[in-house]
């Protein structure tokens, strides 16, 4: 006999990462008017950092398909060579930087990138001023690179991406469950996220809508209610 539930395949979903897709407030207009500006840095390197899940990656997917940048972890920097890891690009974005780059393959990137006339992104946590690198030929550059925050979401923007986390599963909700979310949930991405996921969770498992009394159940789930 079935008790009511029903079994969740947990099939990832894959985020809209389009420029008509980016949601813009006072959060992150000054990072996307430095995009919009591209190629006119006046450095060979822009820094966009802010917490986690605050659109940095999305940002940096804008900006590779103008610019048709290669997108690096931080990680993969010290795999291969410059032109190798380039790949015939004169642009290149690293995700996830943080001091613990290895300073050496970071600064021979940097130079390859400015001798090709290229531009480099750079997107992570904090401001590479507040790096501790080993290579002062690396502070000195990037600290030269202007660094533009994304601050944690305004109301505007918090709704906004809401809605649009909710619509990137396919899930429908009424404004009276975003107002009653905004009013008591933690302000923050990735709290936003966390709440849309929880919600998927809890509706597909039980087979119900996204309405408020489910909302509520949610928040007291994460502890937020």
Same mark, same amino acid.
């Given at each position: ?57 999305? &940002? *940096?997917?804008?900006w590779r398909a103008r610019s048709k940048a290669? /997108?690096? !972890?931080? =990680?993969?920097?010290?795999? @291969?060579? #410059? ?39 750079? &997107? *992570? ?9 080993? /290579?002062? !030929?690396? =502070?000195?550059?990037?600290? @030269?690179? #202007?660094?533009i925050e994304i601050k944690e979401p305004d ?68 502890g937020t209610n």
């Open positions: 006999m079935s008790d009511g539930r029903q079994f969740v395949l947990d099939f990832p979903h894959r985020p809209s990462l389009g420029e008509g897709d980016y949601l813009v407030s006072e959060s992150n207009i000054e990072a996307i008017s430095w995009i919009d500006i591209w190629p006119e840095w006046p450095t060979p390197a822009l820094a966009v950092y802010g917490p986690p899940g605050c659109g940095k990656t999305h &940002l *940096g997917h804008v290669i /997108l690096l !972890d931080v =990680s993969n920097i010290p795999a @291969a060579s #410059p032109p190798e890891l380039l790949g015939g690009a004169v642009n290149c974005i690293v995700d996830n930087a943080c001091e613990g780059v290895q300073a050496e393959a970071f600064l021979h990137l940097y130079n390859h990138i400015n001798e090709l006339g290229g531009k480099l992104l750079i &997107l *992570g946590q904090s401001a590479p001023a507040r790096w501790a690198l080993s /290579l002062a !030929d690396l =502070s000195s550059r990037l600290n @030269a690179a #202007p660094a109301d505007n923007l918090l709704r906004a991406l809401l809605s649009k986390l909710f619509q990137d599963r396919q899930l429908k909700v009424g404004e009276d469950v975003l107002d009653y979310l905004l009013t008591r949930m933690e302000r923050s991405f990735d709290a936003a996220r966390e709440v849309v996921e929880v919600s998927d969770r809890i509706g597909l498992s039980q087979g119900r809508p996204i309405t408020v009394n489910l909302a509520r159940e949610v928040l007291g789930r994460l």
